[in-house]
């Protein structure tokens, strides 16, 4: 079985300031890790994802997360913040031998950007 | 543009009453998802097809039934045995093979009077 925590459920940062939305996970088999943003009213749109190779990954909107498999973590970061990355975030993880079925969404993050 | 267009939007239901959500995609997706939001608890899996006739149950299917006769089109019948019925539906569809890279419709609200 596998799981997800977000730490915090509610992050203000100023406009132009980092970005950083923590995420821990526990899998029993290499994961495959996921971050989603949602507005408000809308559904989830895919940000970024980790599967194999470069621990490092880019997504869209000048995000990024690290995959560090000795802290269990997949942390979100933005170098800077911009009014419209407010938004609800969701860490994900999937175990890498199943589809879709075993999907788990964390429990979000709602991000407030500070004019 | 490809997307998924789920209807109604907002919808409001008196208890007893069965309820049905449209989900229908035009992105060619083999593979379907219904999705329950509730505040604070991220998104559960209702239903998932990857074929058409052909579905299984989620994590939290009691109180829920689904068709899949077309491979575009995936309804949600929200039943009067849904004990909690009141949040935010949201339906997905994937590839098949690409795990996590789900696409999402817009959502559907839904409200129990």
């Known amino acids: 079985a596998q799981s997800v925590t977000q730490l915090g459920s509610h992050v203000s940062v100023s406009e132009g300031a980092l970005v950083l939305l923590r995420c821990n996970y526990s899998s029993s088999v290499p994961p495959y890790l996921f971050w989603y943003v949602q507005y408000p009213n809308q559904g989830l749109q895919l940000l970024l994802k980790?599967?194999?190779?470069?621990?490092l990954v880019k997504g869209i909107n000048g995000f990024e997360a690290e995959f560090k498999k000795s802290e269990t973590s997949f942390h979100l970061t933005k170098p800077s913040a911009h009014m419209s990355d407010a938004a609800e975030y969701f860490c994900a993880v999937s175990p890498s031998n199943f589809g879709n079925e075993k999907l788990t969404f964390g429990t979000g993050t709602r991000l407030t950007i500070i004019p | 543009d490809g997307g998924i267009t789920q209807s109604p939007k907002y919808l409001f239901r008196k208890e007893g009453q069965n309820v049905t959500l449209s989900c229908e995609q035009n992105l060619n997706h083999d593979a379907m998802y219904w999705y329950r939001q509730d505040p604070g608890q991220g998104l559960r899996l209702i239903y998932y097809s990857q074929i058409v006739n052909d579905f299984q149950k989620g994590d939290i299917a009691e109180g829920y039934s689904v068709s899949r006769e077309k491979k575009e089109s995936f309804p949600l019948t929200v039943t009067s045995a849904q004990k909690n019925p009141t949040a935010f539906y949201l339906c997905a569809s994937s590839i098949q093979g690409r795990t996590g890279e789900l696409f999402f419709g817009e959502g559907s609200r839904l409200t129990v009077l």
């Open positions: 980790y599967t194999t190779g470069a621990t």
